[in-house]
């Protein structure tokens, strides 16, 4: 399983961005997928979820704001990321849960100007 993860770059606080997550098979196949971010200094988080069943779950810093999405045709997920501000600013990674495995791709900036 590959993944890659696009989209990332600098943007004002209040703007938006779309992360893209292409995986090299069919993500119907596995069980989640997510994205996780990393700031400077601390430790990775879990940003969104969404299940194969399509159920979504997302951190409280994010809720409201940010939402993902799949499409299995394209075998992409997606983070819609809505009214940024300065502490969504880290390196975002798509993850893929798949047959008792975590596939982790290369992550992509994200930087949110005050």
């Known amino acids: 399983v590959q993944l890659q993860a696009s989209g990332g770059g600098l943007v004002e606080a209040g703007g938006s961005l779309r992360l893209s997550c292409a995986a090299s098979?069919?993500?119907?196949?596995?069980?989640?997928m997510g994205w996780y971010r990393q700031a400077p200094g601390k430790q990775r988080e879990l940003v969104a979820l969404i299940v194969r069943s399509g159920t979504t779950n997302y951190a409280d810093s994010v809720k409201g704001r940010f939402t993902i999405s799949a499409d299995n045709a394209k075998n992409t997920v997606y983070l819609q990321m809505n009214s940024l501000k300065p502490e969504d600013t880290a390196v975002y990674s798509c993850n893929a849960f798949y047959a008792g495995m975590h596939y982790w791709g290369k992550g992509t900036q994200v930087t949110v100007s005050s």
């Open positions: 098979g069919s993500i119907f196949s596995f069980n989640f």
